[in-house]
């Protein structure tokens, strides 16, 4: 039987907290933790159709399960696009309200984000600089790598293994720090 | 409202909207279903019905968007749907964020008279600006939209919101030779089509003439109490656009705002950069190795970016090129592309409309003057840039063959050449 439009606002009543600190740890940005969560029940609803409970795999409740198949495809999107996808938002006509301060330091909280931010600086600092600064430049500064292969005084191809190289390096250090599952709904 | 977000006031109303959309959906898709309804289309909330009718082919040029989520403006909409969809007044920013010179006070702010309509002419909201005076005594200013007696913007889901009075572009303090805030404010959009750059200035109580060079055609703008504001369709450098400000004494001041020697105007669409590159030569105890490529000003996923124009440097750490210049000539279509460094860096040109492109660079301290010759007569110039790179992006009507390029010296002397000047060829495959 297909979900219904209370079967997915139930969902949300229950899990839409758990639902924005998973977010939350792995986009590092408590707005967009929000607009994933939107996205997401959004995007569930449109879809409700395809939900097959059989399909789903993991938990105890195959809807939770089904709804973190679609959190991570999403998550996977917003690291590819740098932003949210909002389509299923835009469909539905959904608002989204704005964050107050309190729910933004909330949400902080809720996700632990300000101990991931400390862990990422100490991992950082800790990285030799060859290792530290191709992945400096370009996640923060945010650079082509045209321009960081200039700035180094490198090749392109070889900064783009350089930045590839580090990033790998960063997940293996942060791995203990980061949730590798997913809230249960318990 | 659920109880269980009475300390998440975002997730309650959040949890409140979707509910009110699913259960509209539902309805929509229940009287759809029944024989003789009204199509789904029709029948679609009228949200949805601007939602589809919004969608187009899409050439999204990334997301350089200036603050916030400010930008976008839809075009062909009527304007009584427009009007009608608003969404939540956007939030001031946090106490924290915010410097008091740069804190506007609110009780100053004030809209002023002059308006801009959208280059569309569709039933968008004219642009205006609204100005106060900042807790350190500066000039703010914020560009926006007027709807009624309302200041907002349109936002990319086609909905008004209103701008909080403490949300401002910039501030600034009128010297006498210059206004207090000038300049161009860019509102992103997810079609190319809808991009917009707003120029605009406030504060100048000596400025008697206002002027903005779109692709090199000045258009005067009008100059009311000392402020002016007008609206052009895409990037600031997609139209080389140049601000030229006259005073009551005589003095003149230029603002280029999007035009710069190492960008290149596009015969009809976004521009070009020119980029400039050093690398290791043919044979690494050789020389150093200069290169010019053309790509897409705004990077995107699938930006076109032509071959690299290459040439010798100085010596084996020397980003300085030997020859007086160096360039190639080509035209490039869909589907081009190509690979260099033993196929470990490559150039694709994607699906960008063919172009006839002339790139290079010259040694700044020989060459005066760059220029590019059709068989009608002169095509483009330009002196040269900070490092020597330049390039001329012309419409693919125009063959290479075709094209004359000629150096200008410092000395006077003009250097013609009809094909390619690549002392070490071409260096893709």
């Known amino acids: ?186 | 409202m659920p109880e269980h977000f009475d300390d998440f006031p975002v997730l309650a109303g959040l949890g409140t909207s979707l509910r009110a959309a699913m259960a509209d959906a539902e309805a929509a898709e229940a009287t759809a279903a029944v024989p003789g309804a009204a199509t789904p289309v029709d029948a679609a909330p009228e949200r949805d019905r601007h939602t589809r009718r919004w969608r187009r082919g899409p050439r999204n040029f990334g997301a350089l968007s200036s603050i916030l989520v400010l930008g976008v403006v839809g075009t062909a909409a009527a304007a009584a749907t427009l009007t009608v969809l608003r969404g939540s007044p956007i939030p001031a920013p946090r106490a924290a964020d915010l410097q008091p010179a740069m804190t506007a006070k609110a009780e100053t702010q004030r809209v002023l008279d002059l308006r801009a309509a959208d280059p569309s002419g569709g039933g968008i909201p004219p642009y205006a600006l609204r100005i106060g005076e900042s807790q350190g005594g500066l000039t703010c200013v914020t560009v926006g939209q007027v709807d009624g007696d309302q200041f907002g913007i349109v936002g990319t889901d086609r909905r008004f919101r209103n701008l909080p009075p403490t949300l401002i572009d910039g501030c600034g303090q009128e010297t006498g030779s210059g206004p207090a805030v000038a300049g161009a404010r860019v509102l992103d959009a997810t079609n190319y089509g809808d991009v917009r750059t707003v120029v605009y200035g406030v504060g100048n109580s000596e400025l008697e003439a206002a002027a903005l060079e779109i692709r090199g055609v000045a258009r005067k703008l009008e100059v009311k109490d000392g402020a002016f504001l007008t609206v052009v369709p895409g990037y600031p450098e997609d139209s080389a656009l140049t601000l030229r400000l006259t005073y009551e004494d005589g003095h003149t001041a230029t603002h280029p705002l999007g035009a710069s020697p190492l960008t290149a105007l596009d015969p009809e669409g976004p521009a070009w950069r020119v980029e400039t590159s050093v690398g290791m030569g043919p044979s690494k105890k050789g020389a150093a190795r200069v290169c010019v490529s053309v790509r897409a000003a705004r990077s995107a996923p699938k930006s076109p970016s032509s071959p690299p124009a290459c040439a010798l440097g100085r010596g084996p750490a020397s980003g300085l090129q030997r020859d007086r210049w160096f360039f190639d000539i080509r035209t490039l279509g869909p589907g081009d592309q190509g690979s260099f460094d033993r196929d470990r860096a490559k150039w694709f040109w994607h699906d960008s409309p063919a172009r006839t492109v002339v790139w290079g660079s010259v040694q700044r301290e020989r060459v005066a003057n760059i220029s590019v010759h059709g068989p009608a007569g002169l095509v483009r110039e330009q002196k040269p840039s900070i490092n020597g790179g330049f390039a001329f992006v012309l419409d693919a009507s125009v063959p290479a063959s075709a094209l004359t390029v000629v150096m200008t010296t410092k000395d006077g002397r003009e250097h013609r050449f009809d094909r390619p000047q690549l002392p070490i060829g071409r260096i893709d495959s």
């Open chain 1, 1 to 186: 039987m297909p979900l219904t439009a209370d079967d997915i606002a139930a969902l949300y009543d229950a899990h839409a907290r758990s639902f924005v600190a998973y977010f939350a740890r792995r986009v590092l940005d408590p707005e967009a933790a929000v607009d994933l969560t939107a996205e997401t029940f959004a995007a569930a609803f449109v879809n409700r159709a395809k939900f097959d409970p059989a399909l789903a795999s993991g938990g105890d409740d195959p809807a939770v399960a089904w709804l973190f198949g679609i959190a991570r495809n999403h998550v996977a999107m917003y690291f590819r696009a740098g932003a949210v996808e909002r389509r299923a938002v835009a469909k539905l006509g959904v608002e989204r309200p704005e964050l107050t301060e309190p729910e933004f330091e909330r949400i902080e909280e809720l996700s632990e984000l300000a101990d991931l931010r400390r862990r990422v600086t100490l991992e950082l600092d800790a990285m030799p600089p060859e290792h530290a600064d191709p992945l400096r430049l370009r996640v923060v500064d945010e650079l082509g790598y045209d321009e960081i292969a200039a700035r180094l005084d490198i090749t392109e191809t070889t900064a783009r293994a350089r930045v590839s190289r580090s990033l790998r390096a960063l997940a293996v250090r942060l791995e203990p720090y980061l949730p590798i599952e997913e809230p249960s709904n318990a």
